[in-house]
């Protein structure tokens, strides 16, 4: 009894396949959501500077 419970308890807790491929997936979900955050920003703020170049407050 002592190296059945000894055997059953030392393999530890291992992380099934299927929990390892849904927090891939949802790690390339959030990295991409995040790049195509910054793209658009990006590309707003190229827009409104090409738009209005002026609209900014003078140096004093």
Same mark, same amino acid.
């Given at each position: 009894?002592? /190296?059945?419970? *000894? %055997? !059953? $308890?030392? /393999?530890?807790? *291992?992380?099934? %396949?299927?929990? *390892?491929?849904?927090? /891939? +997936?949802? +790690?390339?979900?959030?990295?991409? !959501?995040? %790049? ?10 190229? +827009?409104? /500077?090409? *738009?209005?170049? $002026? $609209? ?5």
């Amino acid at each position: 009894m002592g /190296r059945i419970n *000894k %055997l !059953t $308890n030392s /393999r530890g807790e *291992k992380v099934p %396949l299927i929990q *390892k491929e849904i927090t /891939r +997936f949802v +790690f390339i979900i959030v990295l991409m !959501t995040i %790049l195509l955050v910054g793209i658009l920003a990006l590309e707003w703020g190229v +827009f409104l /500077r090409v *738009k209005h170049p $002026n $609209n900014h407050p003078p140096n004093r």
